[in-house]
């Protein structure tokens, strides 16, 4: 009898869920969802999932091999892109069948005010020019870039507290995890009297209120732009990740 495919699932959207559980129940495979662990609260909705970084390149080529890896899709943050550049080098080296799964960006419409950058850094820059109270909507990873801008607000929003000792902006934090409705984002923007919002284009649902909300209150938002990806065999949807996964069925 022939083994089970084994497939990997590097996860960190929310679609990443969904690939899991409908690819767990194609006949001859069987799926491991792997999350990066940023935060201690990270959901676990699917068995096996392993929980926690692979050691760089060398140390996820090493766990490919000795799990017997057959099949790797990339769900992982639009902005995770050194584990997507280590997963399409690894693969390549291996020989190992890869496709990444990449939600479309936000896409900017006429009555948009949104000043489009290429990272934390020039957001930072060019923020003084634009206001004084800004909804930082950026994660908790990134707020270093930041803290050096002593005069102005910042409302900060992540799933976590930063870690003790960490450098954090002036202003307020809150620890809250999505999705947020329209009504909700819209009376966060007025409640902190924001001025500017910073986001990265994350694309997907669960945050896209808030760019709703700055619509209709003709509020700025510095979109950073997201890193390039690998070069590779890239879907869009869950249905054509799991109908890229069924023409691997023996």
């Not at 959901?43 to 692979?54: C, D, H, L, Q, S």
């Amino acid at each position: 009898m022939a083994r089970h495919k084994r497939v990997l699932i590097l996860g960190g959207i929310e679609d990443s869920w969904k690939l899991t559980r409908l690819a767990s129940t194609i006949p001859g495979f069987e799926v491991i969802n792997s999350l990066a662990g940023r935060t201690c609260r990270s959901i676990i909705r699917f068995k096996p999932t392993r929980v926690g970084g692979f050691g760089g390149l060398s140390g996820l080529k090493n766990y490919l091999r000795d799990q017997k890896i057959d099949l790797l899709i990339d769900a992982t943050h639009p902005f995770a892109s050194k584990i997507s550049c280590n997963a399409a080098i690894a693969t390549s080296e291996l020989k190992i069948p890869h496709l990444m799964l990449v939600r479309p960006a936000w896409k900017k419409i006429e009555s948009d005010r949104w000043l489009e950058v290429e990272s934390n850094e020039v957001a930072a820059k060019v923020l003084p020019e634009l206001a004084s109270r800004i909804f930082l909507s950026i994660g908790r990873q990134e707020l270093a870039s930041y803290t050096h801008l002593k005069d102005l607000w910042f409302l900060m929003r992540m799933i976590e507290s930063p870690q003790p000792y960490s450098s954090v902006p002036p202003g307020k934090i809150l620890t809250e995890r999505g999705p947020f409705s329209l009504g909700e984002e819209r009376s966060l923007l007025q409640k902190y009297q924001i001025e500017t919002i910073v986001s990265k284009n994350s694309g997907g649902n669960a945050t896209y209120p808030k760019i709703v909300a700055a619509r209709e209150l003709s509020i700025p938002v510095v979109m950073i732009q997201r890193p390039s990806l690998p070069e590779g065999d890239q879907v869009s949807d869950v249905e054509s990740a799991v109908s890229w996964l069924r023409n691997y069925i023996d």
